[in-house]
């Protein structure tokens, strides 16, 4: 899917989408929210509350081991295999072959549904069209807005990347800020790349891509503080995930630079570093709403036939600002580990 430039009526489709998503998850969360076990089996009350025959789920992501962001996007599809019934399986690697292999292993496996992230689309569509020859749905999340149609995924559920990169644009505008510093952990990740594509294309200022290596917060500290000192006129960094934010803290400490940090993504360090200062704002995109809608979305099919966005919207997830005068409101649920 080619995203359309913004105007202020998609703009406004977009928001109203994500507000929906967001009345749909109070629902949901309502519903059932018991479930601590990756396989599922702790459904207690949501096994007897869903009424249908358990179906075994793929969750299958290129998230790396130990990552905050994907502990939420797991927490919230366990959440919705309690409630469904469902034998849930989370997998991940964020090699793209390797995630592919993934995919396949599971349809060896005969499950039921997959849901997984297209970070990498090309490499991961020979896995993908195998899952739906063996007659298994197929559903999207997070990574691959632009690709998951093409790819004959049924639905998708994440953040529109490139609306939200011009979100976090027209933000910086409105800071008077002048020379922004956007920091890509991952060379190739279609969903990081658009985001600062989408940033350029609405921040009237100057923007620069710097490229670090995501699995060395070390070297991610020492590459961002080099720039810094390398080009004062950096006055903001922008980081594609929450531990990538605190490590640009560091980095600006260490360099002695006054550019100021805003970041992409949540968790309960950032609600902290946003309360003190230490981070303008974040873009939330709900990674837990991510993983219970599609594992949701799942046993709606099998269940009930239903289409999640009619098969062919993306049901959005984000962007929704987090900053200092809405802080409290995320806060407590930032410290569960939902937000």
């Known amino acids: 899917m080619n995203t359309p430039p913004v105007s202020s009526g998609s703009a406004r489709s977009a928001r109203v989408t994500a507000v929906a998503a967001g009345v749909a998850a109070v629902c949901l969360l309502a519903a059932g929210c ?121 639905a998708f559920f994440g953040q529109d990347e490139s609306t939200a990169g011009r979100a976090l644009g027209d933000k910086l505008d409105t800071l008077k800020v002048k020379h922004a510093l956007c920091v890509i952990h991952e060379q190739g990740n279609v969903a990081l790349e658009a985001r600062c594509a989408g940033v350029k294309k609405t921040f009237v200022g100057e923007t620069d891509n710097l490229y670090v290596n995501g699995t060395d917060m070390d070297t991610v500290t020492a590459v961002v503080a080099a720039r810094l000192n ?54 939330d995109q709900q990674p837990y709403l991510q993983g219970y809608l599609a594992v949701d979305s799942l046993w709606l099919y099998k269940s009930n036939g239903n289409f999640s966005g ?26 569960n580990g939902t937000r």
């Open 34 to 154: 018991s479930g601590s076990g990756s396989d599922g089996s702790d459904s207690g009350q949501g096994t007897a509350g869903a009424g249908t025959a358990r179906i075994k789920v793929a969750l299958i992501t290129h998230g790396a081991k130990g990552d905050a962001f994907w502990e939420r996007v797991q927490k919230g599809a366990e959440a919705a295999a309690a409630k469904d019934n469902i034998e849930l399986t989370y997998v991940s690697d964020p090699d793209a072959a390797a995630q592919a292999a993934l995919v396949r292993d599971a349809v060896k496996n005969k499950v039921d549904g997959i849901a997984v992230t297209l970070a990498k689309p090309e490499a991961m569509r020979s896995a993908v069209a195998q899952a739906e020859s063996a007659g298994i749905p197929v559903v999207g999340l997070n990574s691959g807005i632009d690709a998951w149609r093409s790819a004959g995924l049924m």
């Open 230 to 283: 390398q080009d004062p006129s950096i006055d903001e960094v922008v980081t594609m995930g929450a531990q990538f934010a605190l490590a640009a803290v560091k980095s600006v400490d260490e360099s002695g630079s006054k550019a100021k940090i805003a970041t992409f993504d949540l968790n309960n360090d950032i609600v902290k570093a946003v309360k003190s200062g230490d981070v303008q704002f974040a873009v």
């Open 310 to 335: 009619g098969g062919s919207a993306p049901v959005l997830t984000g962007p929704a600002f987090v900053t200092k005068q809405n802080i409290a409101d995320v806060a407590r649920f930032a410290a």
